[in-house]
């Protein structure tokens, strides 16, 4: 099956020193009938991103993260099946919130990453289950950035 993903997000500023700031992405995913099949996943929504504070000119970041899921349209597991199992175990939901950091590495003269950190409660699943996530990215700007 291919799938496809439609994103965009966006970040609203609360103060004129952009130390507080709230994010949000929003992806749409659909997708084909399973190769050699007539099974097709349904259509997903979800929204990510964060309230935070940033510190030292935005090299700290800290505050809460969130997600939340929702499929918007039913499996079809096809036509082996009643259409009624499909869309009673096709439609999930869930949330999700927890802590975060972003921390940089440097030396004195260079940026060399930022480190996120992220633990994630999921909570309010509807057809799947509930747990939690320590989710920890890096991410390498090539070359490094000359820091002044």
């Known amino acids: 099956m291919w ?3 439609l994103y965009g997000g966006g970040t609203l500023f609360f103060d004129a020193a952009k130390s ?3 994010a949000t992405t929003a992806f749409y995913e659909t997708h084909t009938k399973k190769r050699d099949s007539d099974v097709k996943v349904g259509d997903i929504l979800t929204l990510e991103g964060g309230l935070g ?16 899921q929702w499929k918007l349209s039913s499996d079809d597991l096809g036509s082996d099946l009643p259409p009624a199992v499909g869309r009673t175990l096709g439609r ?10 972003t ?3 440097a030396t004195r003269k260079r940026f060399i990453a930022s480190i996120n950190v992220r ?8 057809t799947k289950t509930e747990g939690q996530s320590l989710v920890v ?12």
């Not at 504070?53 to 809460?64: C, H, I, P, Y």
């Open 20 to 22: 507080w700031h709230l």
């Open 53 to 68: 504070k940033s510190f030292r000119e935005g090299a700290l970041v800290v505050g809460g993260a969130y997600y939340a």
């Open 119 to 126: 633990y994630i409660w999921e909570f309010g699943a509807r």
């Open 137 to 148: 990215t890096a991410t390498f700007p090539v070359p490094s950035i000359p820091l002044n």
């Open 3 to 5: 799938s496809f993903e």
């Open 103 to 105: 921390l940089p590495i």
């Open 92 to 101: 999930h939901s869930v949330f999700g919130l927890g802590p975060e950091v």
